[in-house]
């Protein structure tokens, strides 16, 4: 990626993954960049790390398309983040493929992607919101790493721990854009 680009380093129908250099260390830039993108038609959701310099879309894939979002995206980015830049090159860039995740996933990946979708959104219904598989995933198996320390004779290292230390891992690793946001509020 450019040392002033943007791009997709990963997507499937209803979520997107940005990288987006200029965020890198700038909070600020960050609560911007999250609030513009929120205003698109469309847009459920936009977690914005600039540990990482990245950002995460969520659309409504029911109401929109990645290629009908594409338009009103580049438009964004290009506006609020890259005003030197054509929207034809914002676009181009969102577009080029990128280690192997493309905006156009395989059926079987829509396939599982749809199916997980669901569930989550029952688990968000279930629930009223306060959980979603992203805490209930690593929550999970932090209960079964301690299930197993607990009903063990012996301790079984590392297969307890392992599962501990998988939970903490996926907890951080599903959950980066809203740990940032809490480390740094707007």
Not at 11 to 37: E, M, T, W
Request: charge should be positive; proline fraction near 8%; glycine fraction near 6%.
């Amino acid at each position: 990626m450019a040392d002033r680009g943007v791009a997709i380093v990963h997507a499937v129908p209803g979520r997107i993954r940005l990288k987006i250099s200029r965020l890198k260390r700038d909070p600020k830039y960050a609560v911007a960049i999250r609030d513009r993108l929120l205003s698109l038609p469309g847009i459920r959701r936009v977690e914005a790390n600039p540990l990482t310099a990245s950002v995460v879309v969520s659309y409504n894939e029911s109401a929109t398309t990645f290629p009908a979002l594409l338009p009103n995206l580049s438009e964004a980015l290009q506006a609020f983040a890259f005003p030197d830049l054509d929207r034809r090159e914002v676009e181009a860039m969102l577009t080029a493929p990128s280690n192997g995740s493309h905006p156009s996933p395989t059926p079987l990946a829509n396939r599982i992607y749809s199916v997980l979708g669901t569930v989550d959104e029952g688990v968000d219904w279930v629930t009223g919101g306060s959980a979603d598989l992203r805490v209930l995933l690593p929550l999970s198996l932090f209960g079964l790493g301690i299930g197993r320390l607990l009903s063990s004779s012996s301790v079984q290292f590392p297969t307890w721990f392992d599962l501990i230390w998988f939970s903490f891992g996926t907890f951080v690793a599903l959950n980066a854009g809203r740990l940032a946001q809490a480390e740094h509020p707007p």
